[in-house]
């Protein structure tokens, strides 16, 4: 079983639109993570979420958020969609708000068109 | 920002060691420095981890300096699928995964 699965692997859209990636994990950790990787292929963390805490990277737009239904899961939610939007996102999750262990899905490739 | 120096691209013949450097010079005395892998379109993987004392594990060694201000990851004998981009990270007092450039690590036949 995947520890931290994500879909859609790939999403291509237009500008403007609104779009929304998943993402489980099934390793009983209490805080997941988003994470954007530009073409300069550097990684940015966007969210660390737990079940008490939203920690937001202030340099986010906030069309970016992050939904959470149960400790399981974290979509994270984007509204008009920018070009610059265009990226590989990340999810992951570790044990605790620890810099630990985390583990990472194997990423959703936007492309805004 | 990542608080990490690494060499930017490294070499490394197959089954030789590779030997991936890292500079923390401004980690406390309480923070951990954590090594991940990232291989070419896939999540970044975690290797190891260490405080003070030397850790090894059945991916790396992670050599610490007393002083703690930079460390060395070991792979003692690198194949063509170790290579990956290698980040060294100190996490801060907001113990977050903050990646840095890191190290693009290219083992050749």
């Known amino acids: 079983d995947t520890a931290v699965s994500q879909t859609p692997k790939y999403l291509v859209t237009q500008m403007g639109n609104d779009k929304s990636i998943k993402c489980e994990q099934n390793?009983?950790?209490?805080?997941m993570y988003w994470y954007k990787q530009d073409s300069k292929k550097f990684l940015k963390i966007m969210f660390s979420?737990?079940?008490?805490?939203?920690?937001i990277n202030e340099t986010v737009p906030n069309r970016f958020s992050p939904k959470s239904p149960d400790k399981a899961h974290l979509n994270l939610h984007i509204n008009s969609l920018e070009l610059g939007d265009s990226a590989v996102y990340f999810c992951?999750?570790?044990?605790?708000?620890?810099?630990?262990?985390?583990?990472f899905g194997q990423g959703t490739r936007l492309t805004v068109v | 920002d990542a608080k990490t120096t690494q060499p930017t691209s490294m070499d490394c013949a197959e089954g030789r060691a590779a030997n991936l450097p890292c500079n923390h010079s401004?980690?406390?005395?309480?923070?951990?420095v954590y090594w991940y892998r990232q291989i070419h379109s896939q999540g970044p993987q975690y290797i190891i981890h260490?405080?003070?004392n030397n850790e090894t594990n059945e991916m790396a060694s992670l050599i610490i300096t007393e002083d703690r201000k930079s460390s060395t990851l070991i792979l003692p004998h690198a194949t063509l699928r170790d290579t990956a981009v290698y980040y060294c990270i100190d996490p801060g007092a907001g113990n977050m995964l903050t990646f840095g450039g890191g190290t693009r690590l290219m083992v050749k036949p």
């Open positions: 390793l009983g950790h209490d805080t």
């Open positions: 992951a999750s570790s044990q605790v708000q620890l810099a630990t262990e985390a583990f």
């Open positions: 979420y737990n079940n008490k805490e939203l920690i």
């Open positions: 401004t980690i406390s005395g309480n923070e951990y």
């Open positions: 260490g405080l003070k």
